[in-house]
């Protein structure tokens, strides 16, 4: 597998992720910055009632448009940087992928600043308490009419803060928690698909909770003055302000629609540990031996990284289908929240499934 197949896979996973988590961030960033809205379920029957299906993807094309250079950014100075601080690239110490992870976030914050802005504004735009605003390229000329150049800066900080917060824990605790699941007597090509599942939906859960705060100022920050003079003069101005109107429970506000979709967006996104593939991450396999892999495939060093990129790819159209689904089903029907939890594992079993059986036909 080459670095443009490794490059391929991951922008379609992430494009696939994108897809499934917008509708979402769009719940999300309503419920982080007004009060219209009493709850998740809430504001997704209403924006569909009163702005229609589509209304759920509002401001996607900015992130879409940037979606595999930040992938090639992200996992490219993720590896670079642990494999210049730590030597033992199979079991890496959690502090060295927390420092590599927090590297990383920081280029990716950079990044993503100016699309979060541009995101955001489109997100919120056309309800009661927001104007209409147009696409990404009249929101950018509105921006930049109003405050200059300077104001596609605007939270740019926050993201930074936020993305250094969330990918330092994020791979420290994938880490961590695929160490715990080989124990002593395990390689990583031993870990079965629903281990890898498993450690990237927790450690994605897990840091979106730590730094959700940072994400509601955030949100807060960037919209502010879209109809008028702007009300906050900082972060922390926002920050006590948010805290005089709802308490401090108002920084956790959507933090169940964040929670919600981080599992299986997280878990189709995951860190290129199963592989450890030079052409396609930058890692160096430490045994080329040949060896079998839970599939009951012949595995070399070099279909090691064809069957992650593979993996990665089919597990991100399972979690598509799956969170489209519900999200449809959560929308328009009221129904028991245990049933539609599981009927969501019932079909992401089903479509795992599937997968595994394409990818066993891949290499038999």
Same mark, same amino acid.
């Given at each position: 597998?080459?670095?443009?197949?490794?490059?391929?896979?991951?922008?379609?996973?992430?494009?696939?992720?994108?897809?499934?988590?917008?509708?979402?961030?769009?719940?999300?960033?309503?419920?982080?910055? %007004?009060?219209?809205?009493? /709850?998740?379920?809430?504001?997704? $029957?209403?924006? +569909? @009632?009163?702005? &229609?299906? =589509?209304?759920?993807?509002?401001?996607?094309?900015?992130?879409?448009?940037?979606?595999?250079?930040?992938?090639?950014?992200?996992?490219?100075?993720?590896?670079?940087?642990?494999?210049?601080?730590?030597?033992?690239?199979?079991?890496?110490?959690?502090?060295?992928?927390?420092?590599?992870?927090?590297?990383?976030?920081?280029?990716?914050?950079?990044?993503?600043?100016?699309?979060?802005?541009?995101?955001?504004?489109?997100?919120?735009?056309?309800?009661?308490? %927001?104007?209409?605003?147009? /696409?990404?390229?009249?929101?950018? $000329?509105?921006? +930049? @009419?109003?405050? &200059?150049? =300077?104001?596609?800066?605007?939270?740019?900080?926050?993201?930074?803060?936020?993305?250094?917060?969330?990918?330092?824990?994020?791979?420290?605790?994938?880490?961590?928690?695929?160490?715990?699941?080989?124990?002593?007597?395990?390689?990583?090509?031993?870990?079965?698909?629903?281990?890898?599942?498993?450690?990237?939906?927790?450690?994605?859960?897990?840091?979106?909770?730590?730094?959700?705060?940072?994400?509601?100022?955030?949100?807060?920050?960037?919209?502010?003055?879209?109809?008028?003079?702007?009300?906050?003069?900082?972060?922390?101005?926002?920050?006590? @302000?948010?805290?005089?109107?709802?308490?401090?429970?108002?920084?956790?506000?959507?933090?169940?629609?964040?929670?919600?979709?981080?599992?299986?967006?997280?878990?189709?996104?995951?860190?290129?540990?199963?592989?450890?593939?030079?052409?396609?991450?930058?890692?160096?396999?430490?045994?080329?031996?040949?060896?079998?892999?839970?599939?009951?495939?012949?595995?070399?060093?070099?279909?090691?990284?064809?069957?992650?990129?593979?993996?990665?790819?089919?597990?991100?159209?399972?979690?598509?289908?799956?969170?489209?689904?519900?999200?449809?089903?959560?929308?328009?029907?009221?129904?028991?929240?245990?049933?539609?939890?599981?009927?969501?594992?019932?079909?992401?079993?089903?479509?795992?499934?599937?997968?595994?059986?394409?990818?066993?036909?891949?290499?038999?």
């Amino acid at each position: 597998m080459t670095y443009a197949d490794g490059f391929i896979s991951g922008s379609v996973a992430g494009a696939a992720g994108l897809v499934v988590g917008h509708p979402f961030d769009t719940v999300k960033v309503r419920l982080q910055t %007004t009060q219209l809205y009493s /709850g998740f379920t809430n504001c997704c $029957r209403r924006v +569909v @009632a009163e702005e &229609g299906f =589509r209304a759920l993807y509002k401001g996607m094309a900015a992130p879409m448009a940037s979606v595999s250079v930040m992938n090639a950014v992200f996992f490219g100075v993720y590896t670079t940087v642990l494999q210049s601080i730590d030597d033992d690239m199979d079991s890496p110490k959690i502090m060295s992928t927390y420092i590599a992870g927090t590297t990383s976030g920081f280029i990716a914050g950079l990044i993503s600043g100016p699309t979060e802005l541009v995101k955001c504004r489109i997100q919120v735009s056309g309800m009661a308490s %927001t104007k209409k605003v147009g /696409g990404n390229i009249q929101v950018i $000329r509105d921006i +930049v @009419a109003k405050d &200059g150049k =300077r104001g596609m800066g605007r939270g740019l900080g926050l993201t930074i803060s936020r993305e250094l917060v969330s990918c330092g824990f994020y791979f420290a605790a994938y880490e961590w928690i695929i160490q715990w699941f080989r124990g002593e007597d395990k390689e990583i090509g031993d870990l079965t698909t629903m281990h890898l599942i498993a450690a990237g939906g927790i450690s994605g859960m897990l840091s979106w909770g730590i730094n959700y705060p940072i994400d509601v100022v955030k949100s807060r920050i960037q919209i502010d003055g879209m109809d008028g003079p702007r009300k906050y003069r900082s972060s922390m101005c926002c920050a006590k @302000a948010l805290h005089l109107q709802t308490g401090w429970t108002g920084l956790y506000r959507g933090v169940s629609a964040t929670l919600f979709r981080a599992f299986p967006t997280n878990a189709a996104m995951l860190p290129p540990t199963a592989s450890r593939c030079p052409s396609s991450h930058g890692y160096e396999l430490r045994n080329t031996s040949p060896s079998t892999d839970h599939c009951g495939s012949r595995m070399t060093s070099e279909n090691m990284c064809c069957y992650h990129g593979y993996y990665v790819t089919m597990v991100s159209m399972v979690t598509m289908v799956t969170m489209v689904t519900m999200v449809t089903m959560v929308t328009l029907y009221h129904g028991n929240t245990i049933v539609l939890i599981g009927l969501m594992f019932g079909i992401v079993w089903f479509f795992r499934t599937q997968a595994v059986q394409r990818i066993k036909k891949v290499f038999n």
